[in-house]
């Protein structure tokens, strides 16, 4: 008996590939209405990004949206409002962070923070002038005290009112897109 090894692939190799390959792609093929039925649907996808006209905001004032369930503040400060925050920058904050890092460069009159305390889910009132220690917001369940960055400042909350992620699409329009940490 005669045995040949050969190195050489043969028909039979290739037709082991191809029906392999074959299934690898039909499997794909059955399995994609599976994994598709696991995106979000279209009114899921419209509560994602948030448009807010912010032409008729006048300075000082504070306007509550909501955001996939969540307040968020849209705050137009006034110069002093943000002079006062500059100055805290080096205060000493439970949670530091910088009022340049909280707004967008060459917007900082707009200031877009999520509306729960940081505490336990309250929502703080904002103050404008009004009822607190540091002129921002005062989340009355607790006690906590904001500034008008939004930074905690006094009181049982341990971060900052979060920052979302946003974007000025013109000059009356701004675009809140992502919650970040909120």
Known sequence: MATTNSAEPTRRDFLYIATAATGAVGAGFAAWPFIHQMNPDASALALSTTEVDIS??????????????????????????????????????PDPAKDADRVKPGKDEWLIVSGVCTHLGCTPVGTAGGRGDFDGWFCPCHGSHYDTSGRIRKGPAPLNLPVPEYQFTSDTVVLITDLKNA
């Open 56 to 93: 008729a905001i006048q300075p000082g004032q504070i306007v509550t949206v909501k955001f996939r369930g969540k307040a968020m503040f849209v705050r137009r400060r006034t110069k002093g409002e943000i002079d006062a925050a500059r100055k805290d920058d080096t205060a000493a904050l």
